[in-house]
């Protein structure tokens, strides 16, 4: 897109680019340390650093251009356009609402609440047989990252499969208005972020996605949550259904050996199975749904085959190692309370069939507002009905989970080790942790809570723990 291009997307003049309107630039960035010849420099004043102050670092590192809050006459005197706008982060949404209008690309958008990334992840892997795909880039779903990811297309793929996140009222209504989804697909809803959601739900907030299709669009949506369906059918744009769950719907999946990753699918009147690197009722869910979005772009099911066949999953998410006795589940990148009772159920069900107990090491859940409270108690009690042995817990509301946990269970059974730090962490596994046999050990929680150095100290206390590594998503 040439500067001048941008200027007329953004309603400035571009007379005043005289001699550099016609320069082009390939792609949208926000760090200066990622900025490179081809790059627009995004200026974001943020609460702990402004953007504005690294601009001539990125100029530095090549960036060809700079979409700024305020005047930088600096960087205007050595050559380099500076487009000025009141608000720099919907300005880079309108310059991504504009390069969308020019794509042919069939455009793919996905939400959810739980396993979003790892579902955009298998789609684009599995359209890719078809032809070239763009997506966005690990969790990259905001306002920043999502137009991003889009500015950083060629332009001339056959599709774009990219992820909606939202945290705050409103954050549907911009997204989704930048992409204009020809297909839009809503995963599964539950509660996530509520804190900035307002009192609506989710399942409103997020079904907003199908009031921006494009024209034609097609919307696809779980038939397994009550409060989803209802919502999708109120945004009148008669959506497609699909479950995981045995409700009636034309595109179905199952997964009946939860020790294997095969999945047997039915779409809209076709019955075949697919080898997908999941497991358990969550696995079927994302294998029906990926499935599903390809089947209505078109693919048959020899390139849905190939294309599962394909799929390699972001690291953090469900990925299974050994480490010695124990089979560990790395589900650190994130924790909501759907995500961490599908991981709890699945990983507890693995235990059963190996006849192992299930070690947790979990992390308070984020974001959820007044509802934190009501939440984490609940989490102690799936924690007791799943009967799992120790339960190692980092962050905040560990009094709630204690109390649900030991609403159901014996306290004298003293499952329950608050933990602050790897240090904490390695002195407390071998006082409570570590057993012979081994089982399975799970480590889940919200961001914040970073597990995964809880996880890096364990490994590295153990060497054993990379032999025989197994990449594989529960």
């Given at each position: ?111 959810g609440t739980a396993g979003k990334t790892t579902l955009k992840e298998t789609l684009a892997a599995v359209l ?125 999946g199952a997964m009946p050996d939860g020790e294997s990753g095969r999945c047997r699918l039915g779409l809209a ?71 961490m009772r599908r991981m709890l159920e699945a990983a507890a069900a693995e235990a059963a069939r190996a006849g ?119």
């Amino acid at each position: 897109m040439t500067i001048s291009e941008m200027a007329d997307a953004l309603g400035l003049d571009a007379k005043g680019f005289a001699g550099r309107a016609d320069r082009a630039l390939t792609c949208a960035v926000t760090d200066s340390r990622e900025a490179r010849p081809g790059a627009l420099f995004v200026c974001v004043p943020g609460a702990r650093a402004d953007g504005h102050d690294f601009a001539d670092s990125a100029v530095e590192n090549g960036a060809g251009g700079v979409l700024a809050c305020r005047p930088l006459p600096e960087i205007s005197a050595r050559g380099v356009p500076v487009l000025v706008v009141p608000n720099t982060v919907k300005a880079l949404g309108r310059l991504a609402a504009h390069w969308r209008d020019r794509t042919s690309a069939r455009v793919v958008c996905v939400t959810g609440t739980a396993g979003k990334t790892t579902l955009k992840e298998t789609l684009a892997a599995v359209l890719a047989v078809h032809g070239k795909t763009a997506r966005t880039p690990l969790n990259h779903n905001n306002q920043i990252g999502m137009p991003c990811a889009v500015l950083d297309t060629d332009g001339d793929e056959a599709f774009w499969v990219m992820e909606a996140g939202i945290s705050h009222e409103g954050d549907m209504d911009e997204l989704a208005s930048i992409l204009r989804p020809d297909l839009a697909l809503v995963l599964n809803v539950g509660p996530g972020h509520t804190e900035g959601l307002g009192g609506r739900g989710v399942a409103w907030h997020k079904a907003r996605l199908l009031a921006h299709l494009a024209p034609g669009g097609v919307a696809l949506v779980s038939a397994d949550y009550a409060d989803l369906v209802a919502e999708a059918r109120a945004t009148g744009a008669q959506p497609l259904f699909f479950s995981a769950a045995g409700a009636e719907a034309p595109y179905t999946g199952a997964m009946p050996d939860g020790e294997s990753g095969r999945c047997r699918l039915g779409l809209a009147g076709e019955s075949f199975e697919v080898e997908t690197p999941f497991r358990g009722a969550f696995g079927a869910e994302n294998a029906v749904a990926a499935a599903a979005a390809a089947h209505l772009l078109g693919l048959d099911a020899a390139e849905i085959r190939r294309g599962f066949a394909s799929v390699t999953l972001p690291p953090q998410r469900c990925v299974h190692k050994r480490l010695g006795p124990w089979r560990v589940i790395d589900d650190t990148y994130n924790a909501n309370p759907l995500s961490m009772r599908r991981m709890l159920e699945a990983a507890a069900a693995e235990a059963a069939r190996a006849g192992l107990p299930l070690v947790a090491v979990l992390g308070e859940m984020g974001e959820l507002g007044a509802e934190s409270a009501h939440h984490h108690e609940e989490l102690g009690r799936l924690l007791a009905r799943l009967d799992v042995a120790v339960v190692f817990w980092k962050g905040g509301h560990g009094d709630d989970v204690k109390a649900g946990l030991e609403s159901l269970a014996d306290p004298a059974a003293d499952r329950w080790m608050p933990v602050n730090d790897p240090g904490d962490f390695l002195r407390a596994w071998a006082e409570r942790g570590e057993r012979p046999g081994g089982g399975v050990l799970l480590f889940k929680g919200s961001r914040a809570n970073r597990l995964e150095t809880l996880l890096a100290a364990l490994e590295t206390a153990r060497p054993a723990a990379h032999e025989g590594e197994e990449a594989r998503v529960l």
